[in-house]
């Protein structure tokens, strides 16, 4: 397996440890936004090119011209998705191109009022990011069915992890319990992000399917549970009405739904590693206690 990443970031580093457990005889490249960023990831044996979105990467087309596993993970801008507009041609050029895999987001489906909806609900989104993320998954499954090679959409829920977690917040002094009565979330454990990216590589998935944890639940709990594990007081709760927040912040209240991850768990006979943010919560604590 040649595997080539756009967007070495957070999820995706957790897909190349993935891939790298599960099979011996897997390489991995991708890109970043800086040289500085390059430059680490490849101390850490992970090659890596710059690609800023803006314009083609410099050295990255050999590389992707050789993959036979290609995962977007880079948000797509006004004009689209940047990988499909500054490196199509190398794609095209792709002669052992066997799979493709785009990281999307549930917030493509919009506000649903905190019903349960799976892959089949119509897609309402509410702001401008997730319009454009509608765009792109239609991007990418037109171009996988001119290539005629399976596309694995996967629509991430809120994400979370080892050095991006509540605790995290906690100590920084950015947590806070914004209480917005019947609000859920759901989130995903970005462990689960890899570990499900490298088992739907290897079978080499097609479709489009929802990557969220089992049970969505109201923000604040998390923040009440984590100060308890940490032994310090919660912040204090904020209506959210009365709550100061950027624009961006306050369009993720915008959208109430729960959603089901059966789709994804049916099509590799998988459960989670982290089925709901106790677990996921405990475990992050033993990596960072």
């Not at 050295?59 to 948000?75: D, E, K, M």
């Not at 199509?88 to 792709?94: P, Q």
């Not at 209506?239 to 950027?246: G, L, P």
């Not at 789709?263 to 943010?277: D, M, R, S, T, V």
Request: hydrophobic share 40%.
């Amino acid at each position: 397996m040649n595997a080539f990443i756009f967007g070495l970031g957070f999820s995706s580093q957790a897909a190349v440890r993935a891939l790298r457990i599960g099979s011996q005889n897997v390489n991995v490249e991708g890109t970043v936004r800086t040289t500085e960023k390059a430059e680490r990831l490849r101390r850490e044996g992970i090659t890596a090119h710059v690609f800023d979105g803006a314009s083609a990467g410099a050295t990255l087309g050999p590389s992707l011209r050789n993959a036979s596993h290609v995962i977007f993970s880079i948000a797509p801008g006004a004009d689209g998705d940047p990988a499909l507009i500054h490196h199509r041609t190398d794609l095209d050029a792709a002669k052992n191109l066997q799979w493709l895999c785009y990281y999307s987001t549930v917030g493509v489906y919009g506000d649903f009022g905190g019903e349960w909806i799976d892959e089949s609900a119509p897609l309402v989104p509410r702001n401008e990011r997730s319009d454009r993320r509608v765009l792109a998954e239609q991007a990418w499954r037109d171009y996988a069915a001119e290539r005629g090679v399976p596309l694995a959409i996967l629509r991430l829920a809120g994400i979370y992890g080892p050095g991006r977690s509540t605790f995290d917040k906690l100590r920084d002094g950015t947590a806070r319990r914004v209480v917005k009565p019947g609000q859920v979330f759901n989130r995903i454990h970005v462990e689960d992000i890899g570990r499900v990216t490298a088992l739907a590589a290897d079978a080499r998935l097609d479709g489009t399917f929802n990557l969220a944890d089992d049970e969505p639940a109201p923000p604040q709990d998390l923040v009440t549970l984590a100060a308890g594990m940490m032994g310090v007081e919660p912040p204090p709760v904020t209506a959210f009405d009365d709550a100061e927040m950027t624009p961006m912040q306050r369009s993720f209240y915008a959208d109430n739904k729960r959603v089901s991850n059966a789709a994804i768990k049916q099509a590799l006979g998988i459960e989670l590693l982290y089925p709901n943010y106790r677990k996921a919560l405990d475990a992050i604590w033993e990596t960072t206690k």
